[in-house]
């Protein structure tokens, strides 16, 4: 799980090599869903701030490489820069 200090919206941009990647049901690690996050896919994670004013930001694992490399970005909305 992200901080909670991100705001809104997490993205993540695989630009090379791929990860698997996992919703989980709890902290224990119980996954909801999973797929290959490879060259060119975007993944976007809620943060506490996005629509409403419950908390909902998942809890996800991201497994490295299986083989060479994965380099990915990531944006983060730091709600303390607002």
Do not use: Y
Request: proline content about 5%; some cysteine.
């Amino acid at each position: 799980m992200d901080s909670k200090r991100f705001a809104v919206l997490v993205a993540i941009f695989t630009i090379e090599g791929s990860a698997r990647f996992a919703l989980c049901q709890t902290r224990a690690g119980e996954i909801l869903q999973e797929w290959e996050a490879g060259p060119g896919s975007v993944t976007l994670l809620r943060g506490p701030g996005l629509l409403d004013a419950e908390d909902r930001r998942p809890f996800h694992t991201v497994h490295g490489p299986a083989a060479g490399r994965r380099f990915s970005i990531t944006f983060r909305m730091n709600q303390h820069l607002r």
